[in-house]
């Protein structure tokens, strides 16, 4: 089965410290890879995805984050993290798994603070 | 606007109660999802539907019911509620469009917060 594993479950920052969440699955297949953000009070929005290409992607507000197939990674990066980037990030993957409909799955999500 | 609403926001029960949690979606898209979330946890998947008169069970048992009669529209049912069931329930949209080609992009739903007592 399928998991993916985020390594910091709480990180707090100063406002412009650089930003690198960690995602790790374990599938050995072709995969899409998604980060989403919550923000307090909203839903789950999505920050950015990665289907196939260039395996640097760029997201909204200034993220991207970097595909690399041998480790089974996909971390996220902001080089200069605002006030507004404190929420809850979740790194999701899914393969061509046809007994979910395609369904994501969730790393445990990594909470984020950004203190002024 | 094509967007994706759950109603109630929240909502407080007693143990026993029979209760619909509703999910619509105005994106057109045939595949939906319900996730259950506990806080500090990982989303899990408790119904999928591949389109309309489809509906299975996801990777997390669940004592939940869904339907899926109309395209836009994925309810929830719990016959009867229990303090179990308090959670975080996330409803989603996935798949392409009608006509086009096949990405596994999802969007979701502001939740339902359920607290039965």
């Known amino acids: 089965a399928q998991s993916v594993s985020q390594h910091n479950h709480h990180v707090i920052l100063s406002e412009a410290a650089s930003l690198e969440l960690g995602c790790n699955y374990s599938y050995g297949g072709t995969v899409n890879l998604f980060w989403y953000v919550q923000y307090p009070g909203q839903h789950l929005q999505l920050l950015l995805k990665y289907f196939s290409g260039d395996p640097l992607v760029k997201g909204i507000k200034g993220f991207e984050a970097e595909f690399i197939k041998s480790k089974f990674s996909f971390n996220l990066r902001k080089p200069s993290v605002q006030w507004s980037d404190t929420a809850e990030y979740f790194c999701?993957?899914?393969?061509?798994?046809?007994?979910?409909?395609?369904?994501?799955?969730f790393g445990k999500g990594t909470s984020l603070l950004v203190t002024p | 606007e094509a967007d994706i609403y759950q109603t109630p926001r929240y909502l407080v029960i007693g143990t026993g109660k029979k209760i619909t949690l509703e999910c619509s979606q105005t994106m057109g898209h045939d595949k939906m999802y319900w996730y259950q979330q506990d806080p500090g946890m990982e989303l899990h998947l408790i119904h999928y539907s591949y389109g309309v008169n489809s509906t299975e069970k996801g990777d997390l048992s669940s004592e939940s019911t869904v339907s899926r009669i109309r395209t836009e529209h994925f309810p929830l049912t719990l016959e009867s509620a229990r303090p179990s069931h308090t959670s975080q329930y996330l409803c989603?949209?996935?798949?392409?469009?009608?006509?086009?080609?096949?990405?596994?992009?999802?969007?979701f739903g502001p939740g339902t917060r359920l607290t039965v007592l």
């Open positions: 989603a949209s996935g798949g392409p469009p009608r006509g086009d080609l096949s990405y596994n992009e999802q969007f």
């Open positions: 999701a993957v899914n393969g061509p798994k046809t007994n979910s409909g395609y369904a994501l799955n």
